[in-house]
């Protein structure tokens, strides 16, 4: 008799494990997809705001922060408005916003950088490159790629520039015809 109630003390603390295990789970895993149902409703919203406001880019990060870049001509305050009045409290509630303002010029400025740096460190990475150190481009005063070579390279920073505004003529096609002029900075340190 004892060791059936043993087993049936063992068997019921088991079970009881288990589901609190579970439970647990499906709530982390409600809460996930709660906070996803959350966002879509919420990018939603900004998706039909987007010419209204002069949207650029709008984001979710990890710690539930909404990443917005806006138009610098148009009105903070009315998109706030707009959003308070389209959004669900609740599911506002749950994000904090931060807008910033940028003139059209900047974020494409900012958009053919980036690609330019894409194309650079992936052709760095297919070279093996391992003691070049590629950073991202500053915009301000002037667009600069800055890219930096350990002093136990072998590689010389005038021929690396060479090469990489040769690959920039060559993949040119793949940039956005834009007008912008920028330099390509290649040190070593």
């Known amino acids: 008799m004892k060791k059936f109630v043993s087993v049936l003390i063992i068997v019921v603390v088991v079970v009881l494990v288990t589901n609190i295990y579970t439970n647990k789970f499906d709530s982390y895993s409600n809460n996930d ?33 909404i990443l917005i870049v806006m138009d610098e001509t148009k009105s903070e305050e009315q998109l706030k408005r707009y959003l308070e009045q389209h959004i669900n409290r609740t599911d506002l509630s749950q994000f904090n916003i931060d807008i910033t303002k940028k003139s059209l010029q900047e974020v494409e400025t900012e958009h053919f950088m980036s690609m330019v740096e894409s194309i650079v460190f992936n052709y760095i990475k297919e070279k093996n490159y391992n003691d070049v150190q590629v950073y991202l481009p500053l915009i301000e005063p002037e667009p600069i790629l800055k890219i930096t070579i350990a002093k136990t390279s072998e590689l010389s920073s005038e021929n690396l520039k ?7 003529i060559l993949k040119n096609s793949e ?8 330099e390509i900075q290649v040190i070593k340190s």
Do not use: C, H, M
């Not at 060479?162 to 920039?168: A, G, I, P």
């Open 33 to 65: 997809n709660n906070n996803e149902k959350r966002w879509n409703r919420i990018a939603s919203v900004l998706d039909n705001a987007w010419d209204e406001f002069g949207l650029f880019s709008f984001q979710k990060t990890p710690d539930s922060t």
């Open 162 to 168: 060479k090469e990489l505004e040769d690959l920039l």
């Open 175 to 182: 940039l956005p015809k834009k007008d912008i002029s920028y």
